[in-house]
């Protein structure tokens, strides 16, 4: 019976680890499409409430690129790979949340302290890297 409910709870953590992972690349693909539209035509995106709760604001900042590459461009990459991590081996997830959450971290005080704005997509995104970092914890730590 014990068994059982192992393996219900790692299929339930398994379909979250693919959901979150489908939800970050979705973000970090909104987030591309954000900065590019705001590039092309200075229109402000959804997510620009005002001047401190500004999307715009922190993905056409100086550290909205790393190496001359959009951050987003990373998001969904790393998103891409915890995806496919996830089918083989969700030890890997871990590993890798374990680096995003690192990450967020650095962007999030980026974003609050240096750029003074808030970002919904962003935060939105660093809130997927935690769950993905406790999701991926707790099936390592039962299996």
């Keep these: ?11 339930v953590i398994s379909i979250s680890i693919l959901v979150l992972g489908v939800i970050g690349f979705l973000l970090s693909w909104y987030s591309y499409y954000a900065e590019k539209k705001f590039c092309r035509t200075r229109r402000k995106m959804i997510c620009d409430i005002n001047d401190k709760i500004s999307c715009t604001k922190a993905f056409t900042s100086v550290y909205g690129k790393t190496f001359g590459i959009s951050n987003s461009i990373y998001g ?30 650095y962007l999030a005080y980026i974003l609050y302290f240096k750029v003074k704005s808030f970002c919904l997509v962003c935060s939105s995104i660093y809130l997927v890297n935690i769950l993905l970092l406790i999701f991926s914890y707790y099936y390592t730590s039962i299996f």
């Design 1 to 11: 019976m014990m068994y059982i409910s192992l393996i219900s709870k790692s299929i």
């Design 76 to 105: 969904m990459v790393f998103y891409f790979v915890v995806l496919i991590s996830s089918f083989y081996d969700i030890r890997y997830v871990f590993y890798l949340s374990i680096l995003s959450v690192l990450g967020s971290i």
